[in-house]
């Protein structure tokens, strides 16, 4: 997994990504998850663009959730910094969702997106496309 860049708009300062992440099968009625790569830009103090965008569907009719996390590695210490900003996407359809977040409060040298279903049962894998807009600093 990587994030794909390029430039937005009319300005040379802002910047988007975007990473396709392949939710797994849930295996039944639990939780199952994917995290993106570490955000490799500074995003911290700002308010950004984020979209999750379902590219491929599944059968189980899942409710996906995706929060914003924080760490101070980078590697296994991560903690939400967001709540669920990304509620109840529906896995079975190509749907989409638009929101802003919000880093203003926090400082953390690594961010990443963490995405994870409600417990149903997804019965089969998904691709989930989260792409963010941001001024590069």
């Known amino acids: 997994m990587a994030w794909t860049e ?7 300062d802002f910047q988007s990504a975007y990473e396709a992440l392949i939710l797994p ?10 995290e993106s790569s570490n955000i490799e830009w500074d995003i911290n103090d700002q308010k950004f663009l984020v979209t999750v965008e379902m590219t491929e569907a599944c059968a189980g009719n899942g409710s996906l959730k995706v929060s914003l996390q924080g760490s101070h590695d980078g590697t296994l210490n991560w903690t939400n ?6 509620s109840g996407l529906n896995t079975t359809g190509l749907n989409s969702s638009s929101v802003f977040v919000s880093t203003v409060d926090y400082k953390c040298p690594y961010y990443r997106f963490y995405v994870y279903s409600d417990g149903t049962d997804t019965q089969d894998a998904a691709t989930v496309k989260i792409t963010y807009s941001a001024k590069v600093r």
């Not at 390029?6 to 040379?12: A, D, E, M, R, T």
């Not at 910094?81 to 990304?86: E, G, K, L, P, T």
């Open 25 to 34: 099968d849930s295996g039944g009625a639990s939780v199952t998850h994917i």
């Open 6 to 12: 390029s430039s937005v708009g009319l300005y040379n």
């Open 81 to 86: 910094v967001s709540a669920d900003f990304v």
